[in-house]
């Protein structure tokens, strides 16, 4: 027994290549240390043997079994939500160890990886420090967009944690788990059904146990249970782990939830959004020179409302630039080969993306993507593909359905009838966090306000939502914080600096009480050198004080809207 | 007899869910002019028809009154949407339709954001509107959730005031000649 010491804090590890990979990479949603890549480090980046702080409780890093069959492959795992009484096994609580094998990290971590299968079809793969290495710490790395995917959960480990990742109850991140037998054979004659377990799985089931079996395979293998649990995700990681913190507060202690796809339903209905209004106002996609050409002059019009001109926009909701009304892009001899201007449907087209998806009375029904962030993600030659999954597997179940069908007149019963059928099921967005915040949990927030596959206002829409209901946002600042990040895209890249050790930030808060005052974001300049920027805890924004260096994070300060 | 019960129960195991969800409309209150009430409604129960999450409240008006209904959000996290129809209903609730006729109910109209939000932040903005009623007897207000921040319940402030026709001085000075026309033939009868 040994009292084991934690990672000490560490300069950064480069986010940048993973975060613009990330945010380029076929442009899909991004997971947190698993499913993909966040702008931060996904976990602490300090070796086992990092001198540094130690745990007030003791910690035995020194494992009770051996890593085999008959070691920790031998221990009885249950999982505390059985599957439902319709499903092949029904009412079964059971979690079986199906392999144990032994591994090394790049950075020299060895560790015992048990894989577990809770039925019906959740894999959760837990890779558990050996040699002396565990900190005392379990993290679960979120994954992305629909997940169906697992592997080793290897930044963990190599800081040092006990390591956890799911497929979230099927393989391949199609979507079409949704509906039972991926649809097979169905059309909109024959529509298929809800696939209730897989889906529920999906919600939440998948990413609860990963606590619980974690949980007790630490017991198990270390003989105490961890003395702190994290979750760590970006996109669909961050939702996820905004769920546990909504509808499981006791299963983690800090929470990093980036870019949180929370409104599941809503967004993913917007997201068809720039696709059809290209298709009725544009006849076509817009090339993304063009787009490029219309954020560019947006990004122009808009630089300077935050008092520095750098290229990017600090607050795209005070930005109201429209491509309808500026002659110098669009003009009425324009033609859709033209890359240097606009016609005047393509310019009311993206003017119609940034203003949010809209019923034919001109209600909001879900804000659009902001002013600054890249249209073709979204605004691409074909549709992204979770917009054309979510509404053929999760809200018609018909593998036929055709977005092309979509209409200003139909729009709103489309964005109904997504949210009667997925709403009940995915809303992450339960702004009542008492649980939670009575239990000592600390949680870090944050998104980019270039995103260009969630909706970033959707993020500050659920600080809001939470700030009304407790108390206000001063209530929320002693545990729960927000950062976002102008000019970063979906889990980073961009322009914009990028946000720095924002997982450490949770860890510093949760085990030392040190609230993030704000999160450091920084970039390469070309000219070299580093830029840094503050990231302040919304709804504060950083602010120029007027004098020094606009490229050093000390010559900002945090103010108010 | 083993056969009846094993029916009775086959047939209380079938029905008594469905009876369970069975829920007849239930009217939060009676409005009374000028006197706002409070309630509270599920954040998209009134957009997506979810006729459980709806708080009904009736009011009663006369021909040629002028009925004014506005709601107000007590919570930044709530949109509120509104529908007024004619009649009472004691129907289930899971026939609501907040654009049409439904219940016995004939469907006056709905609104929505017609005003700025009344607390911020919050999405869109509150009910408010005048109607002229041409048919005198009981009405039915649902107000419900229209896109709320998200599924749950939220309190909102109902206002209704309803204005009686007020008759031009002509149609007083007639209703006075007719009265007093009367009263002569009575007094004529008398005599």
Redesign the interface.
């Known amino acids: 027994m040994a009292s084991i010491l934690s990672s000490r804090r560490r300069p950064m590890r480069a986010g940048l290549g993973a975060a613009s990979l990330c945010a380029t990479a076929a442009l899909v949603a991004c997971g947190g240390g698993g499913g993909g890549s966040s702008a931060s480090d996904a976990a602490p980046t300090a070796t086992p043997d990092d001198p540094g702080r130690a745990f007030a409780a003791a910690v035995n890093s020194t494992p009770l079994l051996t890593c085999d069959a008959a070691g920790i492959g031998g221990v009885h795992l249950t999982s505390d939500i059985a599957t439902l009484p319709t499903t092949n096994p029904p009412n079964d609580a059971s979690a079986t160890i199906t392999s144990v094998s032994t591994g090394t990290t790049s950075n020299g971590v060895a560790y015992c990886l048990v894989k577990v299968l809770v039925p019906p079809a959740i894999n959760i793969w837990v890779g558990l420090p050996t040699g002396g290495a565990w900190n005392g710490r379990l993290q679960s790395e979120g994954g992305g967009g629909y997940a169906g995917s697992v592997g080793v959960a290897n930044a963990s480990i190599s800081a040092g944690y006990v390591g956890i990742q799911t497929d979230t109850g099927h393989t391949g991140g199609s979507g079409t788990f949704g509906c039972i037998d991926n649809c097979a054979g169905n059309n909109a004659a024959n529509p298929g059904k809800p696939d209730v377990q897989l889906q529920t799985d999906f919600a939440y089931r998948s990413e609860h146990e990963m606590a619980v079996i974690g949980k007790q395979l630490i017991q198990a293998f270390y003989g105490q249970q961890p003395v702190f649990s994290y979750w760590n995700g970006c996109s669909t990681g961050g939702r996820q782990g905004m769920r546990m913190a909504q509808q499981f507060p006791a299963d983690y202690n800090g929470i990093l939830a980036g870019a949180p796809a929370f409104h599941w339903d809503r967004f993913q209905a917007y997201q068809i959004w720039p696709q059809m209004v290209m298709r009725i106002d544009a006849g076509g996609p817009i090339s993304t020179a063009k787009e490029t050409l219309a954020t560019n002059a947006a990004i122009a019009a808009c630089d300077a409302i935050d008092g520095v001109s750098d290229g990017v926009i600090g607050d795209p909701r005070q930005c109201s630039y429209n491509p309808v009304t500026d002659a110098t892009i669009t003009k009425a001899s324009c033609t859709s080969a033209d890359n240097t201007c606009l016609t005047p449907g393509e310019a009311s087209a993206i003017q119609k993306i940034w203003g949010g998806a809209r019923n034919t009375?001109g209600?909001?029904?879900w804000p659009g993507l902001e002013r600054g962030a890249a249209l073709n993600g979204l605004a691409g030659a074909t549709p992204f593909a979770i917009a054309v999954a979510q509404p053929r597997y999760w809200v018609y179940f018909d593998p036929t359905w055709d977005w092309t069908t979509l209409t200003y007149a139909n729009y709103e019963q489309f964005f109904?009838d997504t949210?009667?059928m997925v709403?009940?099921m995915m809303?992450s967005?339960?702004?009542?966090l008492s649980a939670f915040h009575n239990l000592g949990g600390k949680l870090v927030m944050w998104q980019g306000w270039a995103d260009q596959l969630i909706m970033p206002e959707g993020s500050t829409?659920?600080y809001?939502?939470v700030a009304?209901?407790m108390g206000g946002y001063n209530a929320l600042l002693p545990w729960y914080r927000h950062f976002m990040a102008p000019g970063v895209g979906h889990c980073g890249g961009g322009v914009g600096p990028q946000p720095q050790n924002l997982f450490q930030s949770v860890v510093d808060w949760v085990e030392n009480g040190t609230a993030p005052d704000t999160i450091t974001a920084s970039k390469s300049l070309a000219g070299g050198g580093t830029q840094t920027r503050p990231l302040c805890p919304y709804p504060k924004a950083a602010k120029y004080i007027g004098s020094g260096s606009t490229d050093d994070a000390a010559n900002f300060t945090c103010a108010a809207p | 007899m083993r056969f009846r019960n094993a029916v009775l129960a086959l047939l209380g195991a079938t029905l008594l869910p469905l009876l369970a969800h069975a829920q007849p409309v239930s009217y939060s209150g009676t409005l009374v002019s000028g006197s706002p009430a409070t309630g509270s409604a599920a954040g998209?129960s009134w957009?997506?028809d979810q006729g459980a999450g709806i708080s009904f409240w009736q009011f009663s008006a006369n021909a040629g009154d002028t009925v004014t209904l506005s709601v107000n959000r007590l919570?930044?996290?709530f949109d509120p949407g509104l529908s007024l129809y004619r009649g009472t209903t004691t129907a289930d609730v899971s026939a609501f339709s907040s654009t049409g006729n439904w219940g016995g109910l004939t469907f006056v109209a709905g609104l929505?954001?017609e005003h700025a939000a009344f607390m911020t932040?919050?999405?869109?903005g509150d009910p408010f509107g005048s109607f002229a009623i041409t048919t005198s007897g009981l009405y039915t207000v649902a107000v419900g959730g229209?896109?709320s921040?998200?599924?749950?319940s939220y309190p909102f402030r109902i206002t209704m005031t309803d204005v009686a026709a007020v008759p031009e001085p002509e149609t007083t000075a007639l209703l006075a000649l007719g009265l007093g026309v009367l009263a002569m033939r009575r007094r004529r009868r008398a005599g």
């Open positions: 009375s209600k909001l029904l109904k949210m009667r709403n009940p809303a967005e339960n702004p009542d829409m659920y809001d939502a009304n209901v | 998209f957009f997506l919570n930044g996290n929505d954001d932040p919050g999405p869109n229209s896109l921040t998200d599924a749950g």
